[in-house]
């Protein structure tokens, strides 16, 4: 094996892990992609390397320059990671509903984090609108000091999970591939991926998996963003269309609901040895639902997003999950 440069080097390329459990069930082969295995814990390392690549060939980042990013946390963490590997300092703004778990790992990295109250978006004080606020005063100070990669509506997100994990699924499968679903929240694997495979095999099935407090499932059944119930997955849903979503064409989608993803990420972890956060748990029943619809020997593509240590301390707390009306599931 060839050493790596930097460990920018190692983003991406993660494998595709055939789920013996649900694919015994369907009789579909479902596989996860991998992306607990990048460097930074999460597939938004990628989404992190993709936007300041694309700056810097835009108009290169300075030595010291302070990215400022609006995020619920993993986005932060990748920025962190690679911002620290090219020479850039990191500002997080986030909701202070996240895991204290991410906002632990934001400080090893030695981003500085600043929480502020949950909104919805169109409210002013939302974490986005914040981060960008903080960014432009950064700017009118002294030009150049500060960049905001705006991950919702940069497209460079989807552009680079488009050459790179949607690539990578085409590669590991063969090209055989008949479906890929998965949750979005800036939209851009869910955007990327759809564009690269659609590329490909035009009568790819492209599905959508959606959290309660989430108005993407409404949109794609009715065409209005309508947002009901809530969720206590991290990092996924939306309240409006992002450009990284607004050009992807959605075959079919699925509201799952907490129990439902919360059971199959205790499932992972009994069956496949996988302790993942609750979005791939979500994944993963929305990959299971659509290969029932879809019938046996058809090979489904999901997203294994991070890792189930990012949430220990809500997603193993039995009390938590009962106070947020979950039923914590059996290990053995």
């Known amino acids: 094996m060839t050493p790596a440069a930097s460990v920018l080097d190692c983003i991406g390329n993660t494998p595709l892990i055939r789920l013996r459990r649900v694919s015994e069930q369907t009789g579909c082969d479902i596989f996860g992609k991998a992306e607990f295995l990048n460097p930074g814990g999460s597939v938004k390392d990628r989404a992190a390397l993709g936007m300041l690549l694309a700056a810097n060939n835009d108009k290169p980042l300075r030595p010291g320059t302070t990215i400022v990013e609006g995020t619920a946390g993993n986005t932060g963490i990748g920025l962190a990671l690679v911002g620290r ?100 929240g800036t939209g851009g694997t869910l955007g990327g991926v759809a564009q690269a495979l659609r590329r490909h095999k035009a009568d790819v099935t492209i599905g959508l998996a959606d959290p309660g407090g989430s108005g993407l499932h409404a949109y794609f059944k009715t065409g209005t963003v309508e947002v009901c119930g809530n969720s206590i997955t991290e990092g996924i849903g939306n309240s ?20 439902a993803a919360i059971d199959m990420t205790y499932a992972l972890i009994r069956d496949e040895g996988l302790v993942l956060g609750g979005s791939s748990g979500l994944n993963v029943a929305a990959a299971v639902r659509l290969a029932t619809e879809l019938g046996p020997g058809h090979t489904i593509v999901t997203i294994l997003c991070d890792s189930g240590q990012r949430y220990a301390e809500r997603l193993f707390n039995p009390a938590f999950l009962r106070s947020k009306g979950i039923e914590p599931p059996l290990l053995n």
């Not at 009118?140 to 990669?149: I, K, L, R, V, Y």
């Not at 079919?252 to 907490?258: A, E, G, L, T, W």
């Open 85 to 184: 590997a090219m020479g850039l300092k990191t500002l997080i703004v986030m909701p202070d509903t996240q895991s204290p778990e991410k906002v632990a790992t934001l400080a090893s990295y030695g981003a500085s984090v600043k929480q502020i109250p949950a909104v919805p978006f169109r409210n002013p004080a939302h974490f986005v609108h914040e981060s960008r606020r903080i960014a432009e005063a950064m700017n009118d100070a002294n030009p150049g000091s500060a960049f905001w990669p705006n991950q919702f509506d940069n497209t460079a997100n989807r552009s680079y999970h488009a050459t790179t994990t949607g690539a990578e699924i085409i590669a590991d499968t063969g090209g055989d591939v008949d479906a890929f679903i998965c949750a979005a």
């Open 240 to 259: 409006r269309i992002t450009a990284n979503l607004a050009e992807t064409s959605i075959d079919v989608s699925y509201r799952i609901d907490d129990q």
